[in-house]
């Protein structure tokens, strides 16, 4: 079976009725669904608070549920993370970037679920390495400590990363923040690579004005899920100011 046809599998992520309360009871996540096709991608929308960042860690298994379920790729979300199926790309400032290590190294951390115990690197995960660091533009930077880079190069790098994994859901919390415009348009291309490959993106993301160019689908968060579907239905005016109480500047109405 080829990589294309191994990919393009029915599932998507499927998060059902997924409820998230925290030890101090505070519930970020009410009676949460949502449906993401496989090889799509879905923008993530919503104020700041709203519950974004928890359906990522309740995705990647990082939060208890309360109640609910998560399916990926017509399996249990557990088993989906033991088979290395999901990359998570992390938003900049949850990184320590005072730690020393070199940008190749942060992308082989993509194929350590794909080492044995002693994680010794193959001649396969090194070549899975180095075109992953092509396709991000960053092979020149291979050898550079990760803290020397810029916010946008860094962005990349952890592209990069999650691309080595061979994961099939790629989460991306907040990819376009401090980058530049010609750093989004790269990125936005790669994203619909990904896509085109059979891979399921979900992009947590406050860049309103581009959702509509690149994304498939759109989920609109408030503490729970208000709307969910093709970006074309979902991603309205109406739909939102509910989720932001109105305040909208930045998006040209097409179709108001």
Known sequence: MTELSAL???????????????????????????DIPTASIAALVGINGSGKSTLFK??????????????????????????NLVSY?????????SFPVLVEDVVMMGRYGHMGMLRIARQQDRDIVTDALARVGMSDYR????????????????????????????????????VDV??????????????DEGRTLL???HNL???????????IIKGTVLACGTTATTFTREN????????????VWENP
């Open 182 to 195: 010609n750093t989004e348009r790269q990125i936005i291309s790669l994203l619909h690579e990904l896509r």
């Open 8 to 34: 393009q599998q029915p599932g998507g992520i499927h998060v059902s009725d997924v409820t998230v309360t925290y030890r101090n009871g505070h519930t970020a996540l009410r009676n949460t669904t949502l």
């Open 143 to 178: 050898h550079r400590q990760i803290g020397e880079l810029s916010g946008g190069q860094k962005k990349r790098v952890f592209l990069a990363r999650a691309i080595a994994q061979r994961g099939r859901v790629i989460l991306l919390d907040e990819p376009f923040t401090g």
């Open 89 to 97: 790309v992390p938003q900049a400032e949850d990184v320590d970037w």
């Open 58 to 83: 309740a995705i990647m298994g990082f939060v208890p549920l309360s109640s609910g379920s998560i399916t990926l790729l017509g399996r249990p979300g557990s088993q989906a993370l033991k088979q």
């Open 203 to 205: 992009v947590s993301t």
């Open 240 to 251: 939102l100011e509910n989720a932001f109480s109105g305040a909208l500047r930045d998006i």
């Open 209 to 219: 004005a581009s959702v509509s160019e690149y994304c498939d689908h759109t989920v």
